[in-house]
């Protein structure tokens, strides 16, 4: 779709460096990927709690939360699917942009779209494969879904009947179905403190 002649950059008046210097950490983007169940909500929103205690401005942006609102109109098609990631990846690039660290939990299915995003906010995002086989997520289906999918009630279902394309290089790996959730945090926290943080 062409951009419209109308519109223009409003350049801000708060540079980046002095959102940097006033939360103490840079923004970023900490694009969570995985198979559903592999437990990107729950780390997402447990590393969301351990930021704010340590006062990073922080926020998570989870794909059932934003499925209700901001994406309601879309499905789970293919095109649909990418472009739930393509609006996810611009809210995530203007919250990392204000400074934020921002947590995004979503399948992200497609390589492609990832990778999009990726070139587009080359300086914020960084790529966390929250891992864990397709047994062990199928086994915890806390809400039914692979049940569901494997009688044919959902349609289009990542890892049934969907692909799932895991991160070539991701910049950090989450073995989720490995380590308990405290180790996984742990390699989390480490991780935005060497990433994000002013030394």
């Known amino acids: 779709m062409p951009k419209s002649e109308t519109v223009f950059t409003v350049a801000h008046r708060v540079s980046e460096q002095d959102r940097t210097s006033a939360n103490r950490h840079r923004g970023g983007i900490l694009w969570f990927t995985g198979l559903s169940g592999a437990g990107k909500s729950t780390l997402a929103i447990e590393l969301e709690k351990a930021l704010f205690a340590r006062r990073y401005q922080v926020y998570t ?3 059932d939360n934003v499925r209700q609102g901001l994406n309601t109109d879309l499905g789970f098609s293919h095109e649909d699917r990418t472009e739930n990631i393509r609006r996810i990846g ?4 203007l919250f990392a942009e204000a400074g934020f660290v921002v947590v995004t939990a979503f399948i992200s299915p497609y390589r492609a779209d990832r990778d999009r995003i990726r070139a587009r906010h080359p300086k914020y995002f960084s790529e966390i494969f929250i891992n864990a086989p397709l047994e062990v ?12 999918a494997r009688a044919g009630d959902l349609k289009d279902f990542t890892g049934v009947s969907a692909p799932y394309e895991p ?24 991780f935005v403190e060497q990433r994000l943080a002013l030394k």
């Open 61 to 63: 942006l989870d794909g």
């Open 90 to 93: 611009e809210v995530a690039a």
């Open 137 to 148: 997520c199928e086994a915890r289906d806390t809400k039914g879904l692979y049940r569901r």
């Open 167 to 190: 991160p070539a290089a991701p910049e950090l790996e989450i073995r989720s179905g490995e380590k308990p959730v405290d180790a996984c945090l742990a390699d989390l926290l480490a």
